[in-house]
């Protein structure tokens, strides 16, 4: 594996700045040689968090999304503010749905679109589940209609491109396989 | 499920533009009913491609990723040009891997981050493969180290961390959900 970076940096500016994002535009030397800039965005880095319960169902949100505008049906997660990634998929759950955990493992460690986003978001399964109230009022028009699935109905829902969002079908893809090596959960 | 966007566009404004990304900033009233900003990233949609061999084995590249700093083990793919997906996904393989196809299957079409990004990505699977000159002369650089692996070999990439990819990972999911339903491929 090649460690060197082909892109030489010439200077950095931030082109563009909110609260949540911040664009760079860099000018580089090109891979091949030729002058050029690359513009990414820089972001907290999120969370993403599958509420299994004790009947291997998984608790999946219908999320509206402002930039394509449409509702989406994903898991739980969003921005961290900064805090440790267990803190930040511990608020995240109870604020979109209400629900605590006792246990919780991270499953990994994933990049959203490393060519456009720095953002790594760190996925986490809760089980132990408990139930409390239910939205956080900035949510509470955002996000509605969640419940669990069982995963043959997920993997249907998948294949008919009901859901479409990479980071929840990373998240259902690594809850796979963390299930085959811990078949009697609870 | 709702339709009804939660928020209320008040104005929308450019705040910066390259050939490849225009990143919009939309004053709004917020779902809770505050005034805001929300900002998102506007770009062509992307393709990525599963080229399977008769083995069933999956061709992996080794791309670096400016925004990470990082190389990244991924499917082929990439921004299309606003073509058509079914040609941006054979130009990108042919480019990134020298591999051409003689069948194409639409395995389906993702989201990639719908909080931030109005990105979407058709995702291809070829079968049928010839091989011919490796890489494009502007992606020689940014992309080493290309072969093919069996599906047991990337889940154990998937499980250790070695393959992070969002957008891979879901095509390799919806992969095995094909592979269930063609098994008997060439």
Known sequence: MQITNPWEKLSSNIVYKNPWITVHEDKVIMPAGDD????????????MVIALNEKHEI??????R???SSWSRELPGGSGDGEDSLLA?????????GITAEHWEKLGETRVCSGLLTQKTAIYLAHGLSFGVQLEAADANTISDGKFYDLDSIDNMIGRGEITDCQSITAIYLTKQWLKNNPMLN
């Open 66 to 68: 402002y930039p394509t």
């Open 59 to 64: 608790f999946l949100i219908n999320a509206f």
């Open 36 to 47: 050029g800039v690359y513009a990414y965005i820089e972001s907290q880095d999120s969370v």
């Open 89 to 97: 998929a511990k608020r995240e759950l109870a604020e979109e749905t």
